[in-house]
């Protein structure tokens, strides 16, 4: 499968929290690396920070890039804490080998931050 239909697939699996799903699209030896957290997950890892994450509702893609063997998307992910909705964005970039995910980096921050106030325009 193309980077690009694993990106889309993916989307699709985490939207529908269809998590059964989640590792056939992952490759064995597959890498997650969360640049904001430093952290870093295998595949069974990578799947069980899914499937337990609190208060997940939504991941929807707003903007895919295809570029063959790798592929980029900017998405819109929402979630609950505390009875209050939460709303993040997330660039994701990923490697296929052998048609599945083996690399996956991905950069999150939340939506409702604010830019400094000592920030002057360009």
């Known amino acids: 499968m193309s980077a690009i239909d694993l990106l889309r697939q993916l989307g699709d699996v985490l939207d529908g929290h269809r998590w059964d799903d989640l590792p056939a699209l992952l ?7 969360y640049v904001h957290t430093g952290e870093q997950f295998g595949r069974d890892d990578f ?3 899914n499937v337990e994450y609190p208060g997940f509702q939504r991941f929807r893609w707003e903007d895919l890039v295809d570029g063959g063997d790798r592929a980029a998307g900017r998405a819109l992910v ?3 804490a505390d009875g209050q909705e ?3 964005g997330v660039a994701t970039f990923i490697t296929v080998r052998d048609g599945l995910i083996a690399e996956l980096t991905e950069v999150w ?3 409702e931050q604010t830019p400094p106030s000592d920030r002057r325009p360009v």
Do not use: E, I, N, Y
């Open 27 to 33: 490759h064995p030896a597959f890498r997650g690396d």
């Open 47 to 49: 799947v069980r920070l």
């Open 78 to 80: 929402t979630g609950a």
């Open 86 to 88: 939460q709303r993040f």
């Open 109 to 111: 921050t939340d939506v």
